[in-house]
């Protein structure tokens, strides 16, 4: 479970910041924009509730942190 | 108000200063915010500061005029703390300075962005209308006078932490 969410949060954040990018010129791709924010918001959930599965409520309450070593 | 040595940062200086800033500050101040039901104004005087207010508006209005990936990267690192820290910058930085800048009169423009960019004057967007739900395009009512400047003016921010 661990591992599948390290590889679909990467695969989210790259796709963020691919759109970010395309952003930046002047016609922006809406249908684009919204398929990252699709994928990055049900990437999210899905790992928290990884995260609840795995810690139970310590997962998603507690005072501990995400450790990114990007 | 955003610190003159953030002006003058480069991004990578900029990202590494937000990097930081989430780290020592926004995360340890967790605890805290939560006991006091709200950021605390010392730490909305800092979010101020980092120029976390000014991410998304031109140089001439105050803001440090960040690319669109150069908004999402900094994004990425604070938000790593809670998202109410997020929540108190984003709807100047987005919805309402953007519509502002976008569709305001010279006179709108001048009067509010340079306080929306450097965290003196936080905003939010109120558009609602019974049975409206969350679909913005739903509501059918059009203003026939324009009522910006009195929901603003009514959102501006005590001196104290700007």
Redesign the interface.
């Given at each position: 479970m661990l591992g599948r969410s390290r590889a679909e949060l990467e695969a989210a954040?790259a796709l963020?910041?691919n759109r970010?990018?395309e952003?930046?010129a002047s016609s922006i791709p809406w249908p684009r924009i919204a398929a990252a924010k699709l994928v990055a918001t049900e990437t999210g959930k899905e790992t928290a509730d990884r995260a609840l599965q795995i810690l139970g409520g310590e997962g998603i309450v507690g005072d501990g942190?995400?450790i990114?070593d990007s | 108000m955003t610190s003159p040595d953030i002006l003058e940062m480069d991004f990578d200086s900029y990202l590494e200063t937000i990097r930081r800033f989430t780290d020592e500050e926004l995360i340890p101040g967790e605890a805290a915010m939560v006991e006091a039901g709200d950021v605390p104004p010392a730490l909305m005087a800092r979010i101020a500061e980092n120029g976390l207010f000014g991410i998304t508006l031109p140089r001439e209005w105050g803001g440090l005029d960040w690319s669109m990936e150069q908004q999402v990267r900094p994004t990425l690192e604070f938000t790593r703390a809670s998202p109410v820290y997020r929540s108190r910058f984003s709807t100047t930085i987005g919805l309402c300075s953007q519509i502002l800048h976008d569709h305001g009169t010279d006179a709108q423009k001048e009067t509010y962005l340079r306080d929306m960019a450097t965290g003196r004057c936080v905003t939010s967007f109120a558009l609602t209308e019974p049975g409206a739900g969350s679909v913005s395009r739903s509501p059918g009512s059009a203003s026939s006078r324009p009522c910006w400047a009195e929901a603003v003016q009514s959102w501006r921010q005590p001196e104290h932490w700007s």
């Open positions: 954040r963020v910041l970010a990018r952003g930046n942190h995400p990114f | -």
